[in-house]
């Protein structure tokens, strides 16, 4: 079955530094790819996704690509901000249910 | 356009205890989720629907029912609450045609 890996948080950075957020996944055939966040609090919201191999999502100055080769859609920001502080969640989309599964979360916290 | 709505917001009860959920989407989607999310877990489907009058398993549908008797509504029901089902619960919507799921805000469910 479909399942997706995302690196282990705690992630704490300080403000303006590079981030990265490992994610692979496992699936049949080439699923639409997602990464949502989620603020303390709130639900969850999309962030970027990309449709197919080679496509490149970007969203509010994050990034992530789609690596068909790698099975990989890592998320990246240049310079982040303590606003940036929440819950990213990794997702494909089954093609048949068209439903969501998940990677377990990584937590971000960014310091002053 | 509320998007994805979800009632109640918060709700406590006792083992044993029944409850509904209710979620409403007012985008005129086909398919609807219910999900659970649980701390280090991320969210694991419920059950899902892919129209009015259909209702299917998603990984985790032990303990929980549902139903989709109107196209922009869909119930969680839990008839005999236990511990084990305290957790966010998410509902999502997406069309039949785009690979973007919108949740609602979530309702935190504590069982006693």
């Known amino acids: 079955g479909n399942s997706v890996t995302q690196m282990e948080g705690p992630v704490t950075l300080s403000e303006e530094a590079f981030l990265t957020i490992n994610c692979t996944y496992t699936?049949?055939?080439?699923?639409?790819l997602f990464w949502y966040v989620q603020y303390p609090g709130e639900g969850l919201q999309l962030l970027l996704k990309?449709?197919?191999?080679?496509d490149k999502g970007s969203n509010k100055g994050f990034e992530a690509t789609y690596r068909k080769e790698t099975t990989s859609f890592h998320l990246e920001k240049g310079s982040v901000q303590v606003s940036d502080s929440a819950v990213y969640f990794c997702?494909?989309?089954?093609?048949?249910?068209?439903?969501?599964?998940f990677g377990s979360g990584t937590r971000l916290q960014v310091q002053p | 356009n509320a998007g994805v709505t979800q009632t109640p917001k918060f709700r406590v009860l006792k083992t044993g205890q029944s409850m509904t959920l209710l979620c409403a989407q007012d985008?005129?989607?086909?398919?609807m989720y219910w999900y659970r999310q649980d701390p280090g877990m991320g969210l694991r489907l419920i059950h899902y629907?892919?129209?009015?009058?259909?209702?299917a398993k998603g990984e985790v549908p032990d303990g929980y029912n549902v139903s989709r008797l109107k196209k922009q509504n869909f119930l969680l029901g839990l008839e005999s609450a236990a511990p084990s089902q305290t957790s966010v619960y998410f509902c999502?919507?997406?069309?039949?045609?785009?690979?973007?799921?919108?949740f609602g805000p979530g309702t935190r469910l504590t069982v006693l």
């Open positions: 997702a494909l989309l089954d093609t048949g249910r068209r439903a969501l599964t």
């Open positions: 699936a049949t055939g080439y699923p639409s």
């Open positions: 990309a449709t197919k191999a080679d």
């Open positions: 999502a919507s997406i069309a039949g045609v785009g690979d973007t799921q919108y």
């Open positions: 629907s892919v129209g009015e009058g259909t209702t």
């Open positions: 985008m005129n989607h086909e398919y």
